[in-house]
């Protein structure tokens, strides 16, 4: 499995594209062996940001998510339908390494101009530049949630 890690800016072009920042391109590069480097991009359900897995880490957390489902009830079918609506299979350029992000989907977080793509471990929050950080927890109220779910 990829691990992300750190916070890069990026501009959008006016159709939504943008380049992939290299750090994180060559993370995958490695883990595909020449093949095609595709991601599903879908809006995060708690934060104002997108999350862009691998296919291969999407195809893992929609699995186990729906293994917690019976989707022959009605609230459960209704909710992954909603949970799995607002998602895209987006391709690396393999030429310039660029994205297409749906336009959408970036209307949901509010980004026009300039995101920040932020590794989070096993995915990658993309934000709105102006919207990166604005959420943070201060340093004693992360110590204190640290120490109560760690301690």
Do not use: H
Request: charged share 30%; with cysteine.
């Amino acid at each position: 499995m990829v691990k992300f890690i750190g916070e890069y800016a990026s501009k959008l072009d006016d159709k939504g594209r943008v380049v992939v920042p290299a750090a994180f391109k060559n993370l995958v590069g490695k883990q595909m062996d020449g093949g095609e480097i595709s991601f599903v991009i879908k809006k995060d359900l708690f934060a104002n940001c997108l999350n862009m897995f691998t296919y291969e880490q999407w195809d893992q957390e929609s699995e186990q998510v729906r293994s917690r489902l019976n989707l022959f009830r009605r609230e459960d079918a209704a909710w992954y339908r909603e949970y799995m609506m607002d998602r895209a299979l987006v391709t690396l350029d393999g030429k310039v390494g660029r994205i297409i992000i749906p336009k959408n989907l970036l209307a949901k977080i509010g980004a026009d101009k300039e995101i920040v793509f932020s590794g989070n471990d096993f995915k990658i929050e993309i934000w709105a530049k102006e919207n990166f950080g604005k959420n943070r927890m201060d340093e004693e109220e992360f110590t204190n949630l640290t120490e109560k779910l760690l301690g």
